[in-house]
């Protein structure tokens, strides 16, 4: 129960901030007129955060973010890769037109884009779960994996159904662009604090 209870907390804790991940699902919600038509957006980003996890308690990132030359890698492209999509969600227009062109597969590809390539979710599930999986063995660390990962789906699901709610209430997107403005601001802030930890990384 305690492992459980530990996963849980843990990984709620990571998941709650504003992040490209989380209002690219938020936004998918609030778009479409039907939920299930951000289904892939939803399952995409939680099937990317079971991966992580799973790597994780696994030991198998922590290997690989040991690696100097590699992780001044991964900074520089999430670096990059939050400018651009911080770009893209200011610029972006909530109306039911924009929805229409996030089709099931643009919305997996850019779920696995804003998953994968964020330096964020990737460093926190090293640094805090797969170090958090370390006090427990055996059918413990099943069940601090297991619980962990049940964060996340139920968080997408849970994200995806509140933008629906958020949707239906402001039908001319006027709070949903302004969230993707403050989400924006807040990516490059995240951005420029990779490229000081790549900077510092090199010295």
């Not at 992040?19 to 699902?25: A, D, H, I, L």
């Not at 308690?57 to 492209?77: E, N, P, Q, R």
């Not at 227009?93 to 964020?120: G, M």
């Not at 069940?143 to 949707?167: E, K, M, Q, Y």
Request: proline share 2%; with cysteine.
């Amino acid at each position: 129960m305690m492992a459980f209870v530990h996963g849980f907390v843990l990984a709620l804790g990571l998941i709650l901030p504003l992040g490209p991940q989380n209002v690219f699902v938020f936004n998918q919600g609030a778009l479409h007129h039907r939920l299930t038509r951000a289904l892939p957006a939803v399952i995409t980003a939680a099937l990317c955060d079971t991966l992580l996890i799973a790597l994780a308690v696994l030991g198998v990132s922590v290997a690989v973010m040991a690696i100097t030359w590699l992780k001044t890698v991964i900074f520089l492209i999430g670096f990059v890769f939050l400018i651009l999509i911080g770009w893209q969600i200011w610029k972006s227009d909530a109306t039911v037109q924009e929805a229409k062109k996030t089709a099931p597969l643009k919305q997996v590809v850019f779920a696995l884009s804003v998953s994968l390539l964020n330096p964020h979710a990737i460093l926190d599930t090293v640094g805090v779960i797969g170090t958090g999986s370390l006090a427990y063995v055996g059918k413990e660390k099943w069940v601090f994996t297991l619980s962990c990962i049940l964060v996340s789906w139920l968080w997408f699901f849970g994200l995806a159904l509140g933008g629906r709610l958020i949707g239906n209430v402001d039908r001319e997107g006027r709070w949903i662009n302004r969230l993707n403005k403050l989400s924006a601001i807040i990516i490059w802030i995240v951005a420029v604090y990779f490229f000081y930890q790549m900077f510092t990384n090199l010295i």
